[in-house]
């Protein structure tokens, strides 16, 4: 399985960006859609996750991101996205796409490459 994060970039203070993270299978049950950052200097922090279908399809932020960012999917389970609004330069960071899944029944974590947010004051 291999998840592609894309859409990262450069952006001033207060704009937008989408990222997007393609997965490359389908053949197995998705429990968990997540999105992670990691700062310069800092540890890999939880942004975003979304549980799966059967835990409909409930999502949870950080409380840095509540209210500007949005994770969403599409009905095929192939891609999700984060969708980040007002963007501050503490959000600067490399963006990684995360889903825990199951496959003949075990429990896998797989990770995209990761995608640079640079966000400008």
């Known amino acids: 399985v291999q998840l592609q994060a894309s859409g990262g970039g450069l952006v001033q203070a207060g704009g937008s960006l989408r990222l997007s993270c393609a997965i490359s299978?389908?053949?197995?049950?998705?429990?968990?859609m997540s999105w992670y950052r990691q700062a310069p200097g800092k540890e890999r922090e939880l942004v975003a996750m979304?549980?799966?279908?059967?835990?409909?399809?409930?999502?949870n932020y950080a409380a840095s991101v509540k209210g500007r960012f949005i994770i969403s999917r599409n009905n095929a389970e192939t891609e999700f996205y984060l969708q980040m609004n007002s963007l501050k330069s503490e959000d600067t960071a490399v963006y990684y796409c995360?889903?825990?899944?199951?496959?003949?029944?075990?429990?896998?974590?797989?990770w995209g490459q990761g995608t640079l947010v640079t966000v400008s004051s």
């Open positions: 979304m549980l799966g279908d059967e835990q409909g399809r409930q999502t």
């Open positions: 995360n889903i825990k899944a199951t496959k003949n029944l075990r429990l896998s974590d797989y």
């Open positions: 299978e389908n053949d197995f049950s998705i429990k968990v």
